[in-house]
């Protein structure tokens, strides 16, 4: 294997994951730059967060507080804006609200009053998303407990958001269910996500793709993808 070193890899990675959404988006007739590369840097260092910056990636995004909180710390400084994107504890608030500037996991209302006092504390304005729980096309027992609001209670959620103090409403993100055409799953968020506009027209963000489906997730109008392994390599 050639010795390349970490910042080569990382670039090379980055190009080809730019140009998939490049094409995903001309595909569906979308411009580009209407999706927000978000990197996902869970498990990997703040070295490689000083990296992606430097290749001009500002948004990074992590899904635990206890990592997230000590590599914000370590690449303070850079300009990055923070994606929390994980399943929040209410008692995590305060913490991830220290160096959060964007939310994506918000699926009940005991949190959005949580991170509503925390916003306020560090007098900043938070921008939430109503996670969506989009399980599956037909209802099943079991659901894959990844998290976030059922549908009907998407609209409730968000109303809560948008009228706490020091939260603004981004939108809405959801992670596809596992064996389900992600297309299809997407195109729920879609729906949902235009019935949300009708009701608060700039909460314009669909946080939706990773790293296996940005393709169908760019298709059905994801304004940001979260994209990890496949810009820093598979997880451990
Ligand atoms: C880890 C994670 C991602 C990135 O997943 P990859 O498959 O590595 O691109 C995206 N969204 C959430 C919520 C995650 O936890």
């Known amino acids: ?15 080809v994951v730019r140009e998939d959404i490049a094409a995903a988006a001309r ?12 990197a996902v840097t869970k498990t990997y260092p703040a070295s490689d967060v000083r ?15 206890q990592e997230a909180a000590p590599k914000a710390e370590a690449t303070a400084g850079l300009g990055l804006r923070w994606h929390f994107i994980g399943q ?24 959005v009053s949580a991170l509503s006092k925390s916003a306020l ?16 096309a037909e209802p099943v027992e079991a659901n894959t407990a990844r998290g976030g609001a059922l549908p009907h209670e998407v609209l409730p959620l968000a109303e809560a958001i948008a009228g706490a103090p020091g939260l603004t409403l981004g939108g809405l993100m959801a992670v596809a269910p596992l064996g389900e055409d992600p297309g299809r799953a997407f195109a729920r968020l879609g729906e949902l996500a235009t019935s949300l506009r009708s009701a608060h027209p700039s909460a314009t963000m669909i946080s939706a793709g990773m790293s296996g489906d940005l393709a169908e997730a760019v298709a059905a109008g994801a304004t940001h993808v979260r994209i990890g392994s496949a810009i820093l390599g598979i997880r451990p």
């Open 1 to 15: 294997m050639g010795e390349q070193s970490r910042l080569e890899q990382i670039r090379s990675n980055l190009a």
């Open 121 to 136: 504390r560090y007098d900043k304005e938070l921008t939430c998303l109503v996670q969506v729980d989009l399980g599956n």
């Open 88 to 111: 929040l504890q209410t008692n995590k608030a305060g913490s991830v609200a220290a160096y959060a500037d964007f939310v994506h996991s918000v699926d009940r209302a005991r949190l």
């Open 51 to 65: 990296i992606l910056a430097e290749l001009g990636v500002l948004d990074v995004g992590e899904n635990r507080d």
């Open 27 to 38: 595909k569906a007739d979308r411009d580009p730059s209407e999706v927000t590369l978000i």
